[in-house]
């Protein structure tokens, strides 16, 4: 293969200690951050990619446009408070908010298995687009690809979303400094339980659905309020944890957060004690931290308190320059402990 | 599941016809275009979607942008000429060409295989960045999923690509006039003859490697000539065939084109026998179809044969309004033929 010249021995992923691909490299910790430093950005060298954002910002003639990408795999494709097709749409709409984009237009590419029922398809076709006009964006190009029977599982779904840009502000990691205040927009855990207990056929005595939801309308408020916002990222794959853990360490700040303050529901608590989880690692559809300068976060904390999708927002705590890149949590009862990203995740395919 | 009320029982496909997917259904003939007019145009509502563009045009202040998407999923990864990872470049690069669009930026997802060799992995990644410099373009953001072993087929990209117009023209089947010349770029077959030589472990006496290319160089020159470009489509899946029949049917208009002045080259011919194959439906991926004015076709002509990606284009034939969305072609002997899609394709998993 002459194109492959550039094969590079010297990556700082050891082949001989991972010679073949594991489910962890896709488990948001920090295996799949090891795969992404040594493999991805060793040979996509550009200035974008470097942000680890969730969205790249390109500059079009006088436009500030935002570009996101996510696949969807999860497992099962339907699930208490949504499916595969309303995933698609809002993780990637939630990815372009997080930059504070407001969507424009999304591509899907569809990855089928031979034999799939077209009745799934069709259903989750229509999820999409019930989940697009509830964001209010447009899927405006497509493909689909066939693979044989054994060799996928069932739909794989890819969408990549356009967003505008229409604020001054650089809404990344490495804008979060010393002294800013961290909202979380609501209770953490919920997803993953819910995809757990089909996958398990577990019952618990209350439901507990995602929280799978759009999160353009709600940034958008915080944005349109001239609230200062340094930073936001939705806690999908590896949680609340992992999130923490990789923007202190891409701000090179310490994150200090207080256990007490972080909501998690019951139900989803007792859940977690059951199947031996850590909710701080659990992953989210439609929940976010945001890193707003400190003056701000009682304006900021009455904007979330009025959208039904923030209305349990929380300060959970703070950032300071003592010890860049760590996260340590005040735990209930009192004790300091230090948060950490896990090497792989506790569910995969959970997106 | 509350967002699936939409769930339309009255799709033109019907699924007592169809109750399962078929490979067919991604292959590029009659079923894949059933399927996307039967599911996704009627749950997808929006002008840019049902325009049956390789690229959707949006307007953004007061650019043009393009986006389009493209699964890979080609078995095998490896092959002459190219790559699962080159190709995923050059196919979306081609797409934004198709529509007059300049390449700025791709997004790529990986779905990765659990137990895929991390130096196969390496490798493609690789390949994707020499492919994206000699296209020109940077590879922005990126997601990675992995799924268990048995459920995936080592590597499947999506890249969606962002691309800006410059010029006034709609490239695209409803610009498609009477009179309009058709030049195809050049000899047709070779990537799917590749593809399927190294699948089947056959030996030619020639090497017939994939046409794999990426053609925005080609194209931007053919604009910047200001030659009147009515619609231009790239011949993958489906082939030349295929396309020019969505063309005719899109463009309401008849196509007749000779088949004499269509260039294939002796060994893919003969491989084309021998497999039974018509070389007329095999996909190629370098290779691509344009519409111009007639009175432009020999200044069109001019610049293909300057650049090395379009040096054996010939004009293959005309448009006319005789009947509309058919496509005839006068036969090597002097006969007439009609020329329609497949059902399905020859080759699955061709990209």
Redesign the interface.
Known sequence: ?S??????PS?P?S?SD??????????GGTL?NQ??DG??KI????K??HKSHD??V?N????K?A???????VDPL?FPG??I??MAIYGTINDLAMSGAMP??L?????????????K???V????????NKAGV???????????R????GI?I?T?G?G?IKHNMSIEPSSVVDGDAIIISGDIGRHGIAIMAVREGLEFSTFIESDSAPLNGLVSKLIDSKIEIHCMRDLTRGGLASALVEIAKTSNSQITIDENNIPVREDVRGACEILGFDPMYVANEGRFIAFVKRDDVNKALNIFHSDELGKDAKCIGYVSADKPGSVTMRSCIGTMRVVDMLSGEQL??I?
Chains 1, 2 share one sequence.
Not at 60 to 63: A, E, F, P, V, Y
Not at 126 to 131: E, H, L, T
Not at 150 to 153: H, I, M, P, V, Y
């Open positions: 293969m194109e492959n010249k550039e094969f590079n990556c992923i082949i991972y010679p073949n691909v594991l489910l962890a490299h896709g488990s799949m795969l992404i493999v991805f040979a996509f060298k550009n974008e990619l969205a790249a390109l079009i003639d006088s436009s446009i570009i996101t990408t996510d696949s969807y795999v339907f949504g499916d097709g309303s424009i237009a591509s899907v590419g569809f990855i089928l298995e031979e034999g799939l029922e077209m009745e398809l069709i259903k076709v229509n999820s999409m687009q019930v989940a697009a447009d899927i405006v190009t497509g493909d689909t690809k066939v693979v044989d054994g060799k996928g599982d794989f890819n990549t356009i505008l995969p395919r997106c």
